[in-house]
């Protein structure tokens, strides 16, 4: 089984940038596909990107391509989401997550078996 802790929300205003961490440990890294998901009040939990094990093919839901960046470095356990040029609708609590699955696109949570705790990113207009 696989933990994963996240680091880095905040508070910050519209056009600012943040980036979120997903540390990793008791299972190897390496070889999993790692997910972004977010969930705002009063809404589903929404896809937003995804990352294969081999650090190259990434999938990104429309309304963040060209702002947000996924990446991970194997050495460190770790995968970011690179949030820049942030509006106020990317208000949410982001969640990593991580699964077995090898596939350009893994946008459904039922596909994750292993979550972070969650972090709040608060965008204020």
């Known amino acids: 089984q696989v933990q994963l802790v996240e680091s880095g929300g905040g508070l910050v205003q519209a056009g600012d940038s943040l980036r979120l961490s997903c540390t990793a440990s008791?299972?190897?890294?390496?070889?999993?596909?790692m997910g972004w998901f977010r969930q705002a009040p009063g809404k589903e939990r929404e896809f937003v990107t995804n990352i294969r094990s081999n650090g190259v093919d990434t999938y990104y839901v429309d309304s963040v391509k060209g702002r947000f960046t996924i990446s991970r470095d194997n050495a460190k356990n770790t995968a970011y989401l690179q949030m820049n040029s942030l509006k106020p609708e990317d208000t949410a609590v982001y969640y990593c997550?991580?699964?077995?699955?090898?596939?350009?696109?893994?946008?459904?949570?039922?596909?994750?078996?292993?979550w972070g705790q969650g972090n709040q990113v608060t965008v204020s207009s």
């Open positions: 008791g299972r190897t890294f390496s070889t999993l596909t």
């Open positions: 997550a991580a699964t077995t699955y090898y596939s350009e696109y893994v946008g459904n949570f039922m596909q994750y078996d292993c």
